[in-house]
């Protein structure tokens, strides 16, 4: 009898004891993954209150990014350009169009356009567009092909582990720098020897230490 006892007791412990933590522990773990907002948000693609296009802008016209987003290679935000940067435009442009009302009334209110935010980390990341653009990493590493884009889509998953790929070989996704803004940008070389190149130049190593990103 004592023998029966001993040995269902032990399979308790040695099976099922760890078989309910790790229950407990996965159903944990989906429980954070399901009400973090990560990996859901590829293809998020808001309405905005302008049907401005990228595609129109960036790719038939040829504007560069930087004509816009006029901070992203100086500081952590890359700015979404005011009205008055539309106006330059617009105040010849089209003066007529319905699609345009909203930006001219803004303009005249000096009031700003409230755009949707397609891409958002939570608060406790630390991004900095400077850290990446002035390196050589391009917007299309991270945002796709912007410039054929009617409206702004997300594509890359922003999780940490997404973060982490780039960060641990970076060398496929660097380019010189004067190209960044360039999305249809191809070498004429292996792209990781390119990369290569650009690390030892500049000494690049993207942190890959919790504190690197979590401040
Ligand atoms: C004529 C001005 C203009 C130009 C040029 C321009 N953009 Fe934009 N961009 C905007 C406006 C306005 C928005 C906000 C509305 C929207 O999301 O479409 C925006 C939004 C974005 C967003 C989404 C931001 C968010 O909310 O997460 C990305 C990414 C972006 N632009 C990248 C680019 C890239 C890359 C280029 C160059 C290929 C570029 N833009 C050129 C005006 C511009
Ligand atoms: C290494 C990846 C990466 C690169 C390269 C990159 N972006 Fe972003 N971008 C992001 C992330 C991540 C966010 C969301 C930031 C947040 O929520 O704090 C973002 C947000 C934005 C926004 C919304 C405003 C903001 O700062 O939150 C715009 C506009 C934008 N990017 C434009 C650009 C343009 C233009 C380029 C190229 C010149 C570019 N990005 C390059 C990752 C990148
Ligand atoms: C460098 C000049 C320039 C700038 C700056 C500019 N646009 Fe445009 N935009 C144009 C041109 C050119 C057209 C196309 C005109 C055509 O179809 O013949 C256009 C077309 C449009 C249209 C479509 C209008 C219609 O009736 O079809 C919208 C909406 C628009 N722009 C919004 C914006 C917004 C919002 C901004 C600022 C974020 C902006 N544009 C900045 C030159 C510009
Ligand atoms: C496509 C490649 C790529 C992706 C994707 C990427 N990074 Fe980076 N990251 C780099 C490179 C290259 C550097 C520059 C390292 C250097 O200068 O030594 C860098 C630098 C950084 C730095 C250091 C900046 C500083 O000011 O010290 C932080 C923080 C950072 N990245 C955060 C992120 C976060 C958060 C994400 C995801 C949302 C991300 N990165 C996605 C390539 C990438
Ligand atoms: C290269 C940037 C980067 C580094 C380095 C990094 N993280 Fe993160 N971390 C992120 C991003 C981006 C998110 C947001 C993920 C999302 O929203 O899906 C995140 C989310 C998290 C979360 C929330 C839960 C989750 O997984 O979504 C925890 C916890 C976390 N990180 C811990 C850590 C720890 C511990 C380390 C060091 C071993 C670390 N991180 C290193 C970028 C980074």
Redesign the pocket.
Known sequence: MAQTFKKSFDLQLRVFVPLVLLLGASAALSAIYLFLPSNKDVGYRPEQP???SHK??AGN?G?DCRY?HNTVEKAAHAAV?TTE??M???HR??TN?A??TL?REGYAKGEAIPWTKVHVLPDYVYFNHQAHVTRGVSCVSCHGRVDQMIKVSQVAPLSMGWCLDCHRNPAPNLRPVEFVTKLDWTPDRPAEEIGREIIAQKGINPPIDCAGCHR
């Open positions: 302008v049907e401005y129109l802008h016209l504007m816009c350009p940067t539309c330059n435009c617009h442009v089209k169009s699609k345009l930006v």
